[in-house]
């Protein structure tokens, strides 16, 4: 068991190892221990792979064995994902939005969740239950940095991981906010690189990430 407040104390250790977390879609399993090698190496060790291909969850098998990596499975959103996830080496979670089954099931699985909001109504639903560090979702379709900003005025207790849409350029207004403790992005394991097995590449972007400034 896990309760909210714990959930969200873990969620913001993680959050504060860098200022991405990378959004990983893993295609072909044999990728997933080098990038994540990559990725680590490269200064960003939280790694969210998200449960959007058949081989997502092998794939968590084989970065959960990575050293110095720190792997949790993201796209969760029936509880049967949240067991999937647990038992296959996830030490974290990640949703695009939140119902009362998936929170139950986090917290009875004892799995610290970074949980989904896109508007004040959801994330004072999510805060009302104790989730103080919560994942903005879609970020830039959801109005932005401006929309964020907006909403952190009235609810300043809250802490946000952006995601959805950020990039290179855009992750540094998100950064610069007093309420993101870090942001999630696809680009630094592109697919292009991943499926040429380009791995210094990926650790290149990963660098070049991890040395973004965070307000």
């Known amino acids: 068991m896990i309760t909210p407040q714990e959930a969200s104390a873990r969620a913001e250790q993680l959050c504060r190892m860098a200022p991405i977390i990378p959004v990983i879609v893993v295609n072909d399993v044999a990728h997933a221990a080098p990038m994540a090698q990559a990725l680590v190496a490269g200064g960003l060790p939280v790694l969210e792979v998200t449960l959007r291909t058949p081989c997502a969850l092998e ?37 695009p939005g939140a119902t009362d089954r998936l929170l139950d099931a986090c917290e009875e699985a004892g799995l610290p ?35 964020l900003k907006g909403i952190g005025a009235p609810l ?32 630094v394991a592109p697919g292009d690189k991943v499926a040429a097995g380009d791995w210094a590449a990926v650790e290149t972007l990963a660098a070049e990430a991890a040395a973004l400034p965070r307000g």
């Open 156 to 187: 300043p207790q809250i802490r946000f991981c952006p995601t959805g849409g950020v990039n290179l350029k855009n992750a540094i207004d998100y950064l610069s906010l007093p309420n993101v403790l870090c942001c999630g992005g696809s680009w």
């Open 113 to 147: 969740l970074l949980p989904g909001a896109a508007t004040a109504s959801e994330a004072m639903a999510l805060l009302e239950r104790g989730y103080t560090v919560q994942k903005f979702f879609p970020a830039e379709a959801s109005g932005g940095a401006p929309a």
């Open 59 to 95: 794939a968590i098998v084989e970065m959960a064995g990575v050293r110095g990596g720190v792997v949790g499975a993201g796209t969760l959103v029936t509880p049967q994902d949240v067991r999937n996830a647990v038992d296959a080496g996830a030490t974290f979670g990640v949703s």
